[in-house]
């Protein structure tokens, strides 16, 4: 029997986008300690924050209901002040999100040492996926994931069939890890290489 002392504490990173089922989904199988919610702000329909910050009804059960019937996820998850918070990215600019989101995961190592660490890019644009998934590329210890499930388009998963599956980026680690190995090998570093390769 695993003493709840032993399992070490889970620190979730995901983006916000359209759809809230994907997160519930996810924070309801890990049950982190603490999350970090990567949203958007602007306009009500470019704006993915008020899924956590929003009152009342902000959240629409199904795209094509009239109008918000659920809580925010936070509520609907049982998230309590403190165990959370967001973090505002532009929208469509990789450069900026990338930067934010990578400061942001400095930040919450060092506030939450010794934590696992799951970076979930499902939610979100294009441009909030890449710099979550290259920013979380760059840690060799904290685990990608996203959330699958039947599909009748390319739009979105059916609501109701999403799961977490983790996402395997062991190749991409590897080659990225290579590369930084092997520059110092082209200037005859070999020492400087052969360590990198053992590390």
Known sequence: EIECSMIPPTVFICSVGGSSAPIVTALKTLKPTFTCFVCTDGSPKTASISQITGSGSCIKASFKDDKPTLPNIPTQVGLIDGT??????????????????????????????????????????????????????????????????????????????????????????????????????????????VNSLEA
């Open 84 to 193: 959370y918070d967001t973090l505002i990215v532009e929208a469509d600019d990789p450069d900026s999100i990338h930067a934010s989101v990578r400061a942001k995961i400095g930040e919450l190592r060092r506030l939450h040492s010794g934590a696992k660490f799951v970076v979930d890019y499902t939610g979100g644009t294009k441009s909030m996926t890449a710099s979550l998934m290259l920013a979380a590329l760059e840690h060799s210890d904290i685990e990608l994931q996203l959330v699958v499930g039947q599909r009748q388009d390319l739009e979105r998963v059916t609501d109701g069939t999403e799961v977490p599956m983790r996402a395997n980026v062991d190749r991409i680690r590897f080659q990225s890890n290579w590369q930084v190995a092997m520059m110092p090998w082209r200037q005859f570093g070999y020492a400087q290489s």
